[in-house]
C-alpha cells in the first residue's frame, strides 16, 4: 500500500477544509447567523484535525515499513 500518496491525499483535503474555514470567516454575518457560523467552524476544525492527524499516522506507517 502506498501510505505517501494516501497521506499526500489527507493533507490536500485538510487545505480545502482550511481554506473553507477560510471563507466562512471572511463572510459578514448577522447576529443571529454568528452562532451558526461559530458550530460550522467547530465542525470543519474537527474534520481538519482528523485530516492532520490521520495524515501524519500514514507518514510514520510509510516510515516503518521503508525501515523493514
Known amino acids: 500500500m502506498d501510505y505517501i500518496t494516501w497521506s499526500r ?7 480545502r477544509v482550511r481554506e473553507r474555514m477560510e ?3 471572511m ?3 448577522t447576529p443571529q447567523e454568528e452562532t451558526v ?3 460550522r ?3 470543519l ?3 481538519y484535525l ?3 492527524h ?5 507518514e510514520r506507517r510509510a516510515a516503518l515499513e521503508r525501515r523493514q
Open 54 to 58: 490521520t495524515a501524519r499516522a500514514l
Open 23 to 25: 471563507r466562512i470567516r
Open 37 to 39: 457560523r461559530k458550530r
Open 9 to 15: 491525499t489527507y493533507w490536500e483535503e485538510a487545505d
Open 45 to 47: 476544525y474537527e474534520m
Open 41 to 43: 467552524l467547530a465542525i
Open 27 to 29: 463572510k459578514e454575518r
Open 50 to 52: 482528523d485530516c492532520v
